[in-house]
């Protein structure tokens, strides 16, 4: 369970910078060339598209990171036997 609760937090660290770093930017970039009806578009299409793509780059990454973990283990179990 500790380990599920290590590599949720990860995942949820992961999302919660990737969307800062792009909300940053975005808002630096192009906000002040918008218009506000544009801005309200533009807000709902990365609500419906980028927000999903890096929660599904946050798992990958998570997923990643806990079979990384887990070869670096048994590696170390390993070289404890010998």
Do not use: C, W
Request: net charge positive.
């Amino acid at each position: 369970m500790k380990t599920f609760i290590t590599y949720a937090f990860l995942t949820l660290l992961s999302f919660m910078v990737n969307f800062a770093i792009y909300n940053y930017s975005f808002n630096t970039q192009a906000t002040p060339y918008l218009h506000e009806e544009q801005r309200v578009d533009s807000g709902i299409l990365m609500l419906k598209i980028t927000m999903p793509a890096f929660l599904v780059s946050s798992i990958i990454f998570a997923i990643i990171f806990y079979m990384l973990s887990k070869k670096i283990m048994t590696k170390k179990s390993n070289q404890r036997d010998t």
